[in-house]
């Protein structure tokens, strides 16, 4: 199927004279009818629900929608992003080991990287996003257990070359994990360029509405755990009762060990009511992306043909360093755009504090039109030297295009100009 139709069929398939929409089943806990079928589950989860901190058939039938559009094997929804990055990386590495990240990704999770997972233990080696692959090569040691990337970076919309970092990835036998938040399945698969796993913010455009926090995590099913890298996805464990998460569960192995072993020990299960919302979103996904970007490119060769604009990064413009790179992964290049004021900091402050219609807010990829300076907000906990490394200046503007009709975000964006020097 397509996914306009998966977006609104995949994961609920209701039955005679049962509900359309997809019901929220508001319980923590299920009945058995005698105790050797609780034991049962107790053995092997995938038999049947256990406990809404693992699983809830509301979230279940939103994660088996992400994963159709995303055309992986499964899926494990979060209490959001961060959550997810936090798993999947944590599903993978321990204490001792490693993990290979460009610099320029979001800086919430430069920060988990850098210095929360540090702390346990787990190096993050950094590399530049362009980087070639003597170099991606370089950055690997005996220790390494994953790559991760964004599709498009947040907020220096550098689109990743998802082919050079998975092929890099698997000649050292670690899986890719990519970030397809900004782009979302419906612009981009990154499965079907190699990667291993994908993660999302189900909080941005899944969502749509800003009306709950999400993440999720999608195993597509083909990374080799056997390869003698993974001990803990072949080994028993002891956890849970000796299970080896390959001999029980073969491709499925990866999600089901996230979800028995870490979901059950950190908790981060979403609530039935937020999946409800999330659904939402999800069934007019396909038909938003299409709008924001069309929206955004109007926006990005508006802002570039303003005197007051030094730069303007949107890989949809064919000026943009990453517009062949995009042209190769992305249906269109979402609604995100990165702008520089000409000036310092002060022009880029006065341009958002000047805007009317759009939304001054510490989130992006909504419905309506919303502005944030990184540098001072989302990426203020990074030193100038990571800042730099990133693509993130002091004049630097994040704008998430909305749905409103152009010509108003175009007045808005226009008036608040005339306020710059």
Not at 29 to 35: A, E, I, Q
Request: aromatic residues 8%; glycine residues 6%; negative net charge.
């Amino acid at each position: 199927m397509k996914d306009e139709t998966l977006c609104l069929h995949a994961g609920y398939s209701p039955q005679n004279s049962e509900p359309r929409v997809v019901p929220i089943i508001q319980s923590t806990t299920y009945v058995y009818n005698n105790m050797e079928e609780v034991g049962a589950v107790f053995d092997d989860p995938t038999k049947s629900i256990i406990y809404s901190r693992f699983a809830n058939p509301t979230v279940m039938a939103v994660e088996q929608k992400i994963a159709a559009l995303e055309g992986g094997l499964a899926a494990m929804c979060t209490t959001s992003g961060q959550a997810a990055v936090l798993i999947a990386i944590l599903n993978l590495c321990k204490a001792g080991d490693s993990f290979v990240s460009p610099i320029q990704i979001y800086g919430g999770a430069t920060n988990l990287f850098a210095h929360t997972l540090n702390k346990l233990g787990i190096e993050c080696i950094f590399v530049d996003c362009n980087a070639d692959e003597e170099t991606l090569n370089k950055a690997f040691k005996h220790n390494t257990k994953a790559v991760f990337g964004e599709t498009l970076s947040n907020p220096s919309l550098a689109v990743l070359d998802i082919e050079k970092f998975a092929e890099v990835a698997h000649t050292h036998h670690v899986p890719l994990i990519i970030d397809n938040t900004f782009a979302t399945p419906v612009l981009c698969k990154p499965i079907e360029f190699g990667a291993d796993i994908v993660v999302h913010s189900t909080s941005k455009y899944m969502d749509g509405h800003a009306v709950q926090v999400g993440g999720v995590i999608v195993d597509s099913g083909r990374f080799n755990w056997q390869n003698g890298n993974f001990p803990d996805m072949t080994n028993p464990d002891v956890t849970y009762h000796g299970i080896s998460y390959t001999e029980s569960y073969g491709a499925s192995a990866y999600i089901i060990k996230a979800r028995m072993q870490l979901m059950r020990d950190y908790g981060v299960y979403p609530a039935a009511h937020s999946a409800f919302l999330l659904n939402l979103g999800l069934e007019t996904l396909s038909i938003r992306m299409e709008r924001y970007c069309q929206n955004a490119l109007k926006v990005a060769e508006y802002l570039n043909a303003s005197d007051k604009i030094q730069t303007v990064t949107y890989p949809g413009l064919a000026s943009d360093k990453y517009y062949e790179m995009a042209k190769k992964y992305l249906k269109g290049s979402s609604g995100v755009i990165s702008c520089e004021l000409k000036g310092d900091r002060g022009n880029a402050i006065k341009f958002i504090n000047a805007l009317k219609l759009a939304s001054i807010e510490v989130h992006v990829a909504d419905i309506r039109t919303s502005v944030l300076h990184p540098a001072s907000t989302t990426h203020r906990q990074l030193t100038a030297e990571q800042l730099a490394e990133a693509g993130i200046s002091d004049s630097l503007v994040r704008i998430s295009v909305g749905l409103e009709h152009i010509d108003d975000i175009l007045e808005d964006i226009g008036q608040a100009l005339e306020s710059v020097s």
